[in-house]
């Protein structure tokens, strides 16, 4: 079945420290992956998404994720973190029908 | 363009009330879709559309129904709202069904809350 996990709920970082949330998928076939962020009272927004080649992909907004097919894994980073970035971010697998994962907020510390 | 744009952004309802949740989209996609999303449980999809007159159920249909007469408009019914139902809800259009062609677009969300 496919599925995909956040196992963290919660990550605080302070201003301009790096970020990584973290993502593992299970899925039947190649996959696709995705990140989507969501600022308070706002629709998803997609950040990057993985369908094959490179394994390091460029988003918007100054992140990144890399695909890891030996881990199943699909983190997220970012070198610096702004405070604007405060959000809940999903990773998010699939084609036709896409599963979200449940989500992992960041907060940033001053 | 507006995009996705969903209609009321929040509504309180009593048990066994019914109301339609709006939603138009004016980049004319295809393809249309329904999300709630409860706290700590990511999205789930209710309904989707691939086109006018055209509508399958996702993960979560039960209570709910949809209709598709329009490109443009994708409205969802709740027909004898429950407490279970509390949840923000998210309308999505896209150009291309897979994820991997195209985007979804999400709208900015309604709040239902059935008391």
């Known amino acids: 079945a496919q599925s995909v996990t956040q196992p963290d709920i919660h990550i605080t970082v302070s201003e301009g420290a790096s970020l990584e949330l973290r993502c593992n998928y299970s899925y039947g076939a190649t996959p696709y992956l995705f990140w989507y962020v969501q600022s308070p009272g706002q629709g998803l927004q997609l950040l990057l998404k993985?369908?094959?080649?490179?394994?390091l992909v460029q988003g918007i907004k100054g992140f990144e994720a890399e695909f890891k097919r030996s881990q199943s894994s699909f983190n997220l980073r970012k070198p610096s973190v702004h405070w604007s970035d405060a959000a809940e971010y999903f990773c998010?697998?699939?084609?036709?029908?896409?599963?979200f994962g449940k989500g992992t907020r960041l907060h940033i510390l001053p | 363009n507006a995009g996705v744009t969903q209609t009321p952004k929040f509504r309180i309802l009593k048990i066994g009330q019914s109301m339609t949740l709006q939603c138009t989209q004016d980049m004319n996609h295809n393809y249309m879709y329904w999300y709630r999303q409860d706290p700590g449980m990511g999205l789930k999809l209710i309904y989707y559309s691939v086109g006018a007159g055209i509508t399958d159920k996702g993960e979560v249909p039960n209570g709910y129904n949809v209709s598709r007469s329009t490109t443009e408009d994708f409205p969802l019914r709740l027909e004898l709202a429950a407490p279970s139902q509390t949840s923000v809800y998210f309308c999505?259009?896209?150009?291309?069904?897979?994820?991997?062609?195209?985007?979804?677009?999400f709208g900015p969300g309604t709040r239902l809350t059935v008391l």
């Open positions: 999505a259009s896209s150009y291309s069904i897979r994820a991997s062609a195209d985007t979804q677009y």
């Open positions: 998010a697998v699939g084609d036709d029908k896409i599963i």
């Open positions: 993985y369908f094959s080649g490179d394994t």
